[in-house]
C-alpha cells in the first residue's frame, strides 16, 4: 500500500520540506551512497532498469537527475519516462526536497537569478508539479492542493494585489481568475455564497467546477510555487555575495553549468535544431530593411536596440528559437564570440550610424543597452565573462512593431503568413532557396537536355556516317545474298 502523499512532493518550500532538510543536517552527505534511495529508486513503478546510469545513488546525483529530466523531456525525441519514473514516486520525497535544496542553492551561487539555468530551474520545478499531480488520484490530489493553498495563502479572502508578483511577472493572467471586488475567489463556499442567487438556470455548483474547480486551484498552486522558488534562488544569489559558499554547492554549480551546455549543444546542433547560417538580406522583412538603411530619431533607438539587434544575432545564430523553444545563450552557438563580434555588430553599428542623428553620438548609452540585448549585462562590449548578466532579447513581434515602431511596418505578401520578423526571415529564406534550388534544377536540366541534345545530334551523324553495326553487317549480308543471288 502506498504512504500518504506529502505536500513536501510538490511543494519542497513548504513547512514540511523545511523539517526534512534539517533532519539531514549538514551538507557533508550529500555524496555518501544512500541506500534508502537506491531502494526508492528500484521500487519506484515503472522504473526501467536496464541502464545503471539512470539509477542515482546519492542526493547529488538525483539533483542532477532532476536537471537531466526536464532537459530531456523537452528536447529529446527519445526521452522515456521510465528512465525517470522514480522522480514520480512519492516514496521519494524526502531525498527529492534535499535535491530540490541543493540544486537551487548551486543554481543561486553560480548564476544569477535572470540566468538561463535559474529560469530552466523554476520551469523544471512548475513541470515537476504538473507530472506529479497526474500520478496521484483526483481526492488526493484536491487534498493536497488545497493543503499547499492554505499554507501559501494564509488570508480567507485573497486580494488580486496578493498575486502582484506572479501577475507581474506573467506566470499567471488576471482573465484565469474570478474576481470580485478585488478578491480572488477559489473556495467553493465562499462562491456559492456570493454567486448562488446571480446564477439563474444553471446550477451554481457545476458553474463552479467550469470557472474554478481543480484547475484553476492547481495552476496558482503551481505558480505560486514557481514564483517561490525563483525567490529563493534570488535569495541565495544575494547571500552567496556575502558568505563564502560550501565548495560542495559550487561543484554541483559545475556540474549544472557543463550538462546545460553539454545538452543544449548536442540538441541544438546534432538534432537540427540550431543552424547558423549566413544572413541573407533578401530574406530580410520590410522592418528590418527600413531599420538597416537608418531611422528618424523618433523611432531610433527601439528600432536598433530593441529590433535590430535581436532580430539580426537570433537570424544569424539561432533562426529557430521560437520553433525550438529552448534556453540558449549566444556562447553555445558563437563560442568565442567571433561571428557576434565580426558579422553581428558591425552590422548593427553602421545601421545606427546611419540614423538620424546618428544613434551613438546623441546617445552613446545605447551601445551598452545593445550588449544587454544580447545577453552579456551592461557593458562596452559583448565579453564571456558577462554573459548571463542580462536575457538574450529575443525579436519583438510585429503585433508589438505595429504599436512601437508604426512606422517601420510596411507588410508585403509575405508578412501575411506570420506574427514575427523572425518567422518572416525563415520562410522566405526558405522560399529563396528553393527558388534556388529550382534554378540550379532547371539550369542543370536545361545543360543536361543540352548534353542529351548533342549527343543525340552526334549519334544522328553518326547514323549517318555509320549506322548501326548490327544493321549494316545484316544490311551488309542481305545485300551479299541478294547480290549473290541475283549473280547465282
Ligand atoms: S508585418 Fe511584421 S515582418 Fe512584416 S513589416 Fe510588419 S513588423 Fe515587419
Same mark, same amino acid.
Request: net charge positive; aromatic share 6%; proline share 5%.
Given at each position: 500500500m502506498s504512504i500518504m502523499v506529502s505536500v513536501a512532493f510538490l511543494n519542497p518550500l513548504s513547512d514540511k520540506a523545511e523539517q526534512i532538510v534539517r533532519d539531514i543536517g549538514d551538507l557533508s552527505k550529500i555524496y555518501d551512497k544512500n541506500s534508502d534511495l537506491i531502494h526508492a529508486v528500484d521500487t519506484s513503478k515503472s522504473q526501467s532498469m536496464s541502464d545503471n546510469q539512470n539509477i542515482p545513488e546519492n542526493y547529488v546525483e538525483l539533483a542532477i537527475k532532476r536537471m537531466e529530466w526536464y532537459i530531456k523531456k523537452k528536447n529529446d525525441k527519445n526521452y522515456n519516462y521510465k528512465d525517470y519514473a522514480f522522480?514520480?514516486?512519492?516514496?521519494?520525497?524526502?531525498?527529492?526536497?534535499?535535491?530540490?535544496?541543493?540544486?537551487?542553492?548551486?543554481?543561486?551561487?553560480?548564476?544569477?537569478?535572470?540566468?538561463?539555468?535559474?529560469?530552466?530551474?523554476?520551469?523544471?520545478?512548475?513541470?515537476?508539479?504538473?507530472?506529479?499531480?497526474?500520478?496521484?488520484?483526483i481526492s488526493e490530489r484536491r487534498d493536497v492542493c488545497q493543503k499547499i493553498l492554505d499554507e501559501l495563502i494564509l488570508q480567507d479572502n485573497v486580494k488580486w494585489t496578493f498575486l502582484e508578483e506572479i501577475l507581474s511577472s506573467k506566470k499567471i493572467s488576471l482573465h484565469e481568475l474570478i474576481l470580485d471586488k478585488g478578491e480572488i475567489i477559489l473556495d467553493k463556499e465562499d462562491f456559492l455564497e456570493r454567486f448562488s442567487d446571480k446564477i439563474s438556470h444553471r446550477n451554481p455548483e457545476r458553474m463552479y467546477e467550469l470557472l474554478i474547480g481543480d484547475?484553476?486551484?492547481?495552476?496558482?498552486?503551481?505558480?505560486?510555487?514557481?514564483?517561490?522558488?525563483?525567490?529563493?534562488?534570488?535569495?541565495?544569489?544575494?547571500?552567496?555575495?556575502?558568505?563564502?559558499?560550501?565548495?560542495?554547492?559550487?561543484?554541483?554549480?559545475?556540474?549544472?553549468?557543463k550538462i546545460l551546455s553539454e545538452n543544449i549543444k548536442y540538441y541544438t546542433t546534432s538534432h537540427g535544431g540550431m543552424k547558423?547560417?549566413?544572413?541573407?538580406?533578401?530574406?530580410?522583412?520590410?522592418?528590418?530593411?527600413?531599420?538597416?538603411?537608418?531611422?528618424?530619431s523618433g523611432n531610433r533607438n527601439d528600432a536598433i536596440v530593441l529590433l535590430l539587434t535581436s532580430f539580426l544575432s537570433y537570424a544569424r545564430l539561432y533562426p529557430s528559437?521560437?520553433?525550438?523553444?529552448?534556453?540558449?545563450?549566444?556562447?553555445?552557438?558563437?563560442?568565442?564570440?567571433k561571428i557576434t563580434q565580426n558579422e553581428i555588430l558591425p552590422l548593427i553599428y553602421d545601421a545606427a550610424q546611419r540614423c538620424n542623428p546618428p544613434l551613438f553620438d546623441d546617445d552613446p548609452q545605447e551601445k551598452l543597452n545593445i550588449t544587454a540585448k544580447l545577453g552579456f549585462g551592461v557593458h562596452e562590449l559583448p565579453e564571456i565573462k558577462n554573459e548571463g548578466e542580462s536575457k538574450w532579447y529575443t525579436p519583438?513581434?510585429?503585433?508589438?512593431?505595429?504599436?512601437?515602431?508604426?512606422?517601420?511596418?510596411?507588410?508585403?505578401?509575405?508578412?501575411?503568413?506570420i506574427g514575427n520578423p523572425l518567422s518572416y526571415y525563415k520562410s522566405k529564406s526558405w522560399q529563396l532557396n528553393k527558388q534556388g534550388d529550382n534554378k540550379e !534544377? +532547371?539550369?542543370? $536540366?536545361? /545543360?543536361?537536355? *543540352?548534353?542529351? !541534345? +548533342?549527343?543525340? $545530334?552526334? /549519334?544522328?551523324? *553518326?547514323?549517318?556516317?555509320?549506322?548501326?553495326?548490327?544493321?549494316?553487317?545484316?544490311?551488309?549480308?542481305?545485300a551479299d545474298t541478294l547480290n549473290g543471288s541475283d549473280f547465282n
Open positions: 522522480l514520480f514516486n512519492r516514496e521519494i520525497t524526502r531525498f527529492d526536497v534535499v535535491a530540490f535544496f541543493i540544486l537551487a542553492q548551486a543554481i543561486g551561487i553560480k548564476f544569477n537569478s535572470n540566468s538561463r539555468e535559474s529560469k530552466l530551474f523554476v520551469d523544471l520545478q512548475g513541470n515537476i508539479i504538473e507530472e506529479r499531480l497526474e500520478e496521484l488520484s484547475p484553476v486551484k492547481e495552476l496558482i498552486m503551481i505558480k505560486m510555487i514557481m514564483q517561490k522558488t525563483e525567490d529563493y534562488v534570488k535569495k541565495v544569489n544575494e547571500m552567496s555575495q556575502k558568505v563564502e559558499p560550501h565548495p560542495y554547492l559550487l561543484e554541483v554549480g559545475e556540474k549544472i553549468s547558423g547560417f549566413k544572413l541573407n538580406s533578401e530574406a530580410f522583412p520590410p522592418c528590418i530593411k527600413l531599420t538597416l538603411n537608418g531611422v528618424e528559437i521560437f520553433r525550438d523553444n529552448v534556453s540558449v545563450k549566444i556562447s553555445d552557438v558563437d563560442p568565442e564570440l519583438m513581434s510585429c503585433d508589438k512593431i505595429k504599436i512601437h515602431l508604426p512606422a517601420l511596418c510596411k507588410p508585403d505578401k509575405t508578412c501575411k503568413k !534544377k +532547371s539550369s542543370k $536540366d536545361k /545543360d543536361k537536355n *543540352n548534353v542529351d !541534345k +548533342s549527343k543525340s $545530334d552526334q /549519334d544522328n551523324v *553518326n547514323k549517318v556516317i555509320n549506322p548501326s553495326p548490327d544493321k549494316s553487317v545484316k544490311n551488309t549480308k542481305e
